[in-house]
């Protein structure tokens, strides 16, 4: 298995843009999950999918940020307008099931200038 | 909502040495406690993990244990390696929710 496939791997993007990252989850796994890290605020915990279904978004910092998984093979999160302190990494992870391991992709790496 | 705490931000111990990083939890319902291993510019990985209903579980040079009464959890590496040298993650997890909630994290550092 190829694991969790996340793109871009990287991104510069200036303030104001949008930015659109892109994860394809483990084949047969029903959750997801949009982690952001940071030196200072760590792993947080963005949204996370059940079934395809959006169950607990209350991570997410505000209205500019966005997720969706319109099937069980592909989600997006998308930050519209973007501003210097979304820089992060922002890892996508699933998992089978309920309380179960959850694998991790590589990462997007965004820098906002 | 679940709230994982984890000491030490970071540790220094000299290699062959041990090293024990400790979490505390606060949702009662969480059954399942994952440790990871994040090495820099890396993803973070499973090493072990232990469910609510086992109270240690080993693998290798790894332990976990896990004290429900008193809601933490621990993780020991014993005869530390340079390769062990990463940063460490606990979470929790309640079943029901299938929500995973990382601590801060702990910076470990192996001195030769």
């Known amino acids: 298995d190829a694991g969790v496939i996340q793109s871009p791997r990287h991104e510069v993007t200036e303030m104001g843009q949008e930015v659109t990252l892109r994860c394809k989850p483990i084949?047969?796994?029903?959750?997801l999950f949009w982690y952001r890290q940071t030196m200072m605020r760590g792993l947080e915990l963005l949204i996370y999918?059940?079934?395809?279904?959006?169950?607990?978004d209350s991570g997410m910092p505000e209205d500019r940020f966005s997720a969706k998984m319109p099937n069980a093979s592909f989600s997006t999160l998308k930050i519209q307008p973007s501003e210097p302190r979304d820089s992060a990494v922002y890892f996508c992870a699933s998992s089978q099931g309920t309380g179960n391991t959850i694998y991790f992709g590589e990462g997007s790496w965004l820098t906002v200038v | 909502g679940e709230n994982v705490e984890q000491h030490p931000s970071t540790l220094s111990v000299q290699e062959g040495d041990s090293a024990v990083i400790k979490c505390t939890y606060s949702?009662?319902?969480?059954?399942?406690f994952p440790w990871y291993k994040q090495e820099l510019g890396k993803r973070p990985q499973l090493i072990i993990d232990i469910r609510s209903n086992v109270g240690e579980k080993k693998d290798q040079r790894i332990a976990v244990t896990l004290n429900k009464t008193a809601k933490h959890f621990s993780l020991h590496i014993t005869e530390t390696q340079p390769e062990d040298s990463a940063v460490y993650f606990c979470a929790a997890s309640s079943g029901e929710a299938s929500k995973i909630i990382f601590g801060s994290g702990t910076r470990l550092s192996i001195r030769p």
């Open positions: 084949s047969g796994h029903n959750s």
């Open positions: 999918f059940n079934n395809n279904v959006p169950i607990d």
């Open positions: 949702d009662s319902a969480s059954n399942y």
